[in-house]
């Protein structure tokens, strides 16, 4: 089955106490992302990665990092997480469009991930 | 940078009834998709309907389709008779294609959609 997966699905953690949050796909996208959802905010983009070891920096950055190591892993990670960032995350992936093609690859979502920072 | 509004943070009718979500969205640009997505409450993300801003004919899906106004920037979704099944937000969402670059979507603040027995 294609699919997104992220783990865990609900984290609770303490302010500086670092944290990953994996997100892994089984088809063979190039692209992959992260949002985080916060109540009238809509679904904002943290990072994304083109390719492996080719990633880029979305519309709130600070105080993420991510790597992509490999093409079906794009973990999230947070150095010293603070309370600002409690929030649901999202990990998603799709294909890149090349020329001639339409778009036809719409993003995969995995299942979220609650994060609460205490 | 391209910008999406929906104006109605909540909604809530009636079983069978048919309901309209509101979504406005600014951008320069002329190729574009736009999209609406589902979160019940399991939180996953769920497409809904996608339309292709060169598509001058609306999307529908079933029971779901879109009015999609682009001189006015304007994508509405309407869900004909509407089932409790349908209770979740709603998101829409932009997304300007770039050849062999980011699929990024640019989303709006969601619409809280109740379906009452």
């Known amino acids: 089955e294609a699919q997104v997966t992220q783990n865990p699905r609900y984290l609770i953690t303490v302010t500086g106490k670092k944290l990953t949050v994996t997100c892994s796909q089984n088809m063979n996208h190039e692209y992959m992302s992260w949002y985080r959802q916060d109540p009238g905010l809509g679904l904002r983009q943290i990072y994304y990665?083109?390719?492996?070891?080719?990633?880029d920096k979305g519309d709130v950055p600070e105080g993420y990092k991510v790597s992509r190591k490999e093409k079906r892993n794009f973990p999230l990670i947070l150095e010293s997480p603070s309370p600002n960032q409690t929030s649901l995350y999202f990990c998603?992936?799709?294909?890149?469009?090349?020329?001639?093609?339409?778009?036809?690859?719409?993003?995969?979502f995995g299942n979220g991930t609650r994060l609460t920072v205490t | 940078a391209q910008t999406v509004t929906q104006s109605q943070p909540e909604m809530s009718v009636q079983e069978a009834e048919t309901v309209t979500l509101s979504c406005t969205y600014d951008t320069s640009e002329s190729n574009y998709y736009l999209f609406w997505y589902k979160q019940p409450p399991s939180r996953q993300m769920i497409l809904v309907i996608r339309?292709?801003?060169?598509?001058?004919q609306n999307a529908t899906e079933n029971r779901f389709s879109v009015n999609f106004q682009k001189a006015a920037k304007s994508f509405s979704l309407k869900i004909s008779d509407s089932q409790l099944g349908d209770t979740a937000m709603y998101f829409c969402?932009?997304?300007?294609?770039?050849?062999?670059?980011?699929?990024?979507?640019?989303f709006g603040q969601g619409t809280r959609l109740t379906i009452n027995p």
């Open positions: 998603a992936s799709s294909r890149t469009l090349y020329p001639g093609g339409s778009y036809n690859s719409p993003l995969h």
């Open positions: 990665s083109m390719n492996v070891e080719v990633t």
């Open positions: 969402a932009f997304m300007k294609p770039f050849l062999g670059g980011a699929q990024k979507l640019v």
């Open positions: 339309q292709e801003a060169y598509k001058q």
